[in-house]
């Protein structure tokens, strides 16, 4: 045997790796990573050098690869076959960080509408300025919410799933004209947000002043905001101008109804901010 100051027990060389000894023993005993040295007595040494063999095994396993397959590896060894599986898990892991950077997307969403709904204030009316942005619209909706209206739903959810992976809340449109005129259920149809620059969208809201107010409460409640929305615009000599967009903000915490947030967000021109 060398010199066993070159040589590391079962345990240092878990300790230098970061790794339970057990694990060490089971890796042995499957055949899948094995010391160099083992006297008489069964005490078990490793060397220095096998930390990259051990790196690479545990890397494997940290990306999802089975011991079944690494050991299926480990039998035909080559530079060629290892430079395919390499490629294949970075592969994988590529796919993986885009799910977990849209998770994070959709969880930082969803925390800034809640935070929105924290300090929402029912009737409340504020001037905001809005960057442009780009909008997905589902098929035309009648505002009733019956059967056909349902299945635009979705058909639109189905959509949002496809493109980004996750279920996503979406809101309703209602043209600024309907609004002027008292009719307040004559939605056109459901929006969400596109995917960015490069992502798909079907029409881009554009940017400036926008009114923005908060419904507590059931959509009974919407028509009684929207009659204080045109009673403010008046005082302030505004007119409303393109469309209404009507986001839940706490869809996925509330227990009642009369919790429930809804943000309108509403374009307007000239008169008084």
Same mark, same amino acid.
């Given at each position: 045997?060398?010199?066993?100051?070159?040589?590391?027990?079962?345990?240092?060389?878990?300790?230098?790796?970061?790794?339970?000894?057990?694990?060490?023993?089971?890796?042995?005993?499957?055949?899948?990573?094995?010391?160099?040295?083992?006297?008489?007595?069964?005490?078990?040494?490793?060397?220095?050098?096998?930390?990259?063999?051990?790196?690479?095994?545990?890397?494997?396993?940290?990306?999802?690869?089975?011991?079944?397959?690494?050991?299926?590896?480990?039998?035909?060894?080559?530079?060629?076959?290892?430079?395919?599986?390499?490629?294949?898990?970075?592969?994988?892991?590529?796919?993986?960080?885009?799910?977990?950077?849209?998770?994070?997307?959709?969880?930082?969403?969803?925390?800034?509408?809640?935070?929105?709904?924290?300090?929402?204030?029912?009737?409340?009316?504020?001037?905001?300025?809005?960057?442009? !942005? &780009?909008?997905?619209?589902?098929?035309?909706?009648? %505002?009733? +919410? *019956?059967?056909? /209206?349902?299945?635009?739903?979705?058909?639109?959810?189905?959509?949002?799933?496809?493109?980004?992976?996750?279920?996503?809340?979406?809101? !309703? &449109?209602?043209?600024?004209?309907?609004?002027?005129? %008292?009719? +307040? *259920?004559?939605? /056109?149809?459901?929006?969400?947000?596109?995917?960015?620059?490069?992502?798909?969208?079907?029409?881009?809201?554009?940017?400036?002043?926008?009114? &923005?107010?908060?419904?507590?409460?059931?959509?009974?409640?919407?028509?009684?905001?929207?009659?204080?929305?045109?009673?403010?615009?008046?005082?302030?000599?505004?007119?409303?101008?393109?469309?209404?967009?009507?986001?839940?903000?706490?869809?996925?915490?509330?227990?009642?109804?009369?919790?429930?947030?809804?943000?309108?967000?509403?374009?307007?021109?000239?008169?008084?901010?």
């Amino acid at each position: 045997m060398k010199n066993k100051k070159f040589l590391y027990s079962t345990g240092q060389f878990a300790r230098l790796n970061g790794i339970n000894k057990r694990t060490l023993h089971y890796y042995d005993e499957i055949g899948l990573f094995s010391p160099e040295y083992r006297e008489e007595n069964g005490y078990r040494y490793y060397t220095c050098f096998q930390t990259v063999q051990l790196e690479l095994i545990l890397t494997l396993r940290k990306v999802g690869m089975s011991i079944e397959e690494i050991l299926r590896y480990q039998k035909s060894p080559s530079g060629a076959s290892l430079a395919e599986l390499i490629l294949e898990k970075k592969e994988l892991i590529d796919r993986s960080i885009g799910e977990l950077l849209k998770a994070k997307d959709f969880l930082e969403q969803k925390s800034d509408k809640l935070a929105l709904g924290a300090a929402a204030r029912h009737g409340e009316i504020d001037f905001i300025t809005l960057p442009e !942005s &780009r909008l997905l619209l589902s098929g035309p909706i009648t %505002g009733a +919410y *019956d059967d056909g /209206d349902f299945v635009v739903a979705a058909d639109f959810s189905a959509r949002l799933k496809a493109m980004f992976g996750l279920y996503d809340s979406f809101g !309703s &449109r209602i043209s600024t004209e309907h609004i002027c005129a %008292g009719e +307040y *259920d004559s939605y /056109d149809c459901f929006f969400s947000y596109g995917g960015g620059e490069a992502g798909e969208y079907d029409e881009v809201r554009p940017g400036g002043t926008y009114l &923005r107010t908060f419904c507590i409460g059931g959509w009974d409640k919407l028509r009684e905001v929207y009659g204080m929305i045109r009673s403010h615009a008046e005082r302030k000599g505004l007119r409303l101008s393109g469309f209404a967009y009507e986001e839940g903000l706490n869809e996925m915490s509330v227990q009642r109804r009369e919790d429930y947030i809804t943000m309108i967000t509403v374009g307007c021109e000239g008169g008084e901010k």
